[in-house]
């Protein structure tokens, strides 16, 4: 083995972690897995559009004919919604961005502190990916040459220093995904005639969640995508009937 080769990936194929396996440790899976994730993320973040704003709607609608009403609430569940999701993603990349930061800031300080150490560490990391004593010093010692720091949080942490999320991004991102799924539902309900307004807005809904569940499944690698999407739709099925039943029963003793 010469350093060419290691210099070379497709030499190393064991290195390179493949895409798409986890949220959260996706060092450098490419952009392909990181691209993957944001997909999966939107599809979820949709599917929460779609089920509480139908939900809400189904529900009210189950009270009152009153359209005026359903239009408000659908409004009202839309933002709170939206401002919800957007509220726990930044929360959420904010603290994960924190923690990435405090471990780059860690590793950095090592390195500075005790380099013989890391340089052993980092040797140690890579015998355990299959290379030999020899061609592991070699390569930790370039690789400490090129950029130490950099080796070290894709190797031992498996951080891409470039790749820090973006809590904005991140919250801006679950926002209008939320947006785009709960459009759905409150299109429905508004739009048809009024006696067929909560009927089609079970099926739109029902099918909205079939192609959410079986979306989700193929981005996130799942051979199941049937299992999936009926999951999906069961319990939408579930929710929506529950909220409508609901509805239906407050609305009866509030005018009764
Ligand atoms: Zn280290």
């Known amino acids: 083995m010469t350093l060419a080769n290691i210099r070379n990936p497709d030499a190393h194929p064991d290195i390179v ?56 609430v659908a409004a009202a569940a839309l933002a709170a919604g939206a401002l919800s999701m957007a509220l ?41 990916k299959g290379m030999s004593e020899e061609t592991a010093k070699a390569a930790a010692a370039d690789l400490t040459e090129h950029n130490a720091l950099k080796a070290h949080l894709d190797f031992e942490l498996g ?41 089609v807005t079970f099926g739109v809904v029902l099918l909205a969640l079939a192609v959410t569940g079986w979306l989700g499944a193929v981005l996130g690698g799942s051979p199941h995508r049937l299992r999936a999407a009926l999951r999906l739709v069961a319990g939408g099925a579930l929710a929506l009937a529950a909220t409508f039943a609901i509805g239906s029963a407050l609305g009866t003793g509030a005018m009764g």
Do not use: C, W
């Not at 951080?159 to 759905?184: N, R």
């Open 159 to 199: 951080i891409d220093e470039e790749d820090i999320p973006s809590p904005l991004g991140a919250a801006i991102a679950s926002a209008l995904a939320f947006f785009g799924g709960a459009l759905l539902p409150i299109l429905a309900i508004l739009l048809p005639p009024a006696g067929l307004a909560v009927p």
């Open 17 to 72: 972690h493949p895409p798409g396996t986890s949220a959260h440790r996706e060092p450098q899976g490419g952009n392909y897995g990181e691209r993957l994730n944001k997909l999966r993320a939107a599809v979820l973040g949709a599917n929460d559009g779609i089920v509480s704003v139908a939900a809400t709607v189904v529900g009210v609608a189950g009270a009152t004919t009153d359209r005026g009403a359903v239009a408000l």
């Open 88 to 128: 726990g993603e930044y929360v959420s990349v904010s603290s994960q961005k924190d923690s990435q930061n405090a471990l780059i800031e860690l590793e950095t300080r090592e390195l500075e502190e005790m380099p013989r150490e890391e340089f052993d560490e980092l040797v140690q990391i890579l015998r355990e």
